[in-house]
């Protein structure tokens, strides 16, 4: 029961603050702009529960794991914003989720 509560909790909380983030962006592209701002401040508090409830040795795969996350997310959209150069925004996103899938598959493989 304690663990539904706790579930709950994080969810409320977690909507809560990218309701917040997403009306308070100055951007015109309120929900794109709120889900940027909104990933630095969950990864925060992703941490913060993690350090709480692995060990160390746990602790540091999660995070080497993340690193190559971020630099896929990075990837995905650089290839996006590069490739609508060429394509139009449909194939460019496509183009680039295949390359973002190659990419999981090589770290997974290398790693």
Known sequence: MQTVLDDGLKFII???LFVLMSYFSKSKFLFLSGVITFIPVM????MRMQ???MDLKEFRATEFNA????VGAVVLILSVFILTNWF????A???AAV???????LCKHFL
Not at 67 to 70: H, I, L, M
Not at 88 to 91: C, E, I, L, T
Not at 99 to 105: A, P
């Open 14 to 16: 977690g909507g809560t």
């Open 99 to 105: 390359l973002y899938i190659i990419y999981m598959l």
């Open 67 to 70: 690193v190559f996350g971020a």
């Open 51 to 53: 350090m709480k409830y």
């Open 88 to 91: 139009k925004p449909v194939y």
């Open 43 to 46: 990864t925060l508090i992703n």
């Open 93 to 95: 996103a496509f183009i």
